[in-house]
């Protein structure tokens, strides 16, 4: 099976993250890197190629970042164009429904509105955080890390923290925060 990225996730990313404020020079990179934001998006995109476009951005819009921190900073803003399109709204607002540690067990299927390969194992920790194991973080762990970390501040987490480690392909998540807002 061809590992994919669908449409949605390169819309939230790169057309709703950044609009009419991206920089030209990135996106005359990302064309010659084989996304042409300038024509209608294919229905999807190999994996491989979407980790090389999202180092490729981090690396142009926080040039004076260490790669993880570039990666985490876009992580988080991905997160923020994504929920901007129509299958993210309706994902934000399940998140805020189902709050933090539900929103965290159910991120497989989130992660399934914009893949058709990663997967997720969840488990509960003794000091109340949470375990998210991912088959592939592609390269780009500190990208995931920012985008689990804005999942759960949307689902009501406050001063959330998620730190990582990688293991081959998959990366393993541990996601602490410190109450939930009124609500939630």
Known sequence: MQRLHFEQVIDGMWNKGFGEKMPP??????????????????????????SEWIRLTAAAV?????????????????FHGIVATPLGAAMKQM???????????RMQQNLRIGNNYMETKTRDLPDGGVEVWLNHANGVAAYYAGMIEEGARASGALEVKCDWSVSGDACTYVVRWEGVRPGQ
């Open 25 to 50: 020079q990135l996106r005359a990179a990302l064309k010659e890197a084989g996304l042409d934001l300038s024509k209608k998006l294919d229905p999807a995109y190999p994996a491989e190629k979407m």
């Open 95 to 105: 998140l805020q429904a189902v709050g933090p540690r539900r929103g965290l067990e």
């Open 62 to 78: 926080f040039p004076g970042d260490a790669a993880d921190v570039a990666l985490h900073k876009l992580g988080s803003m991905t």
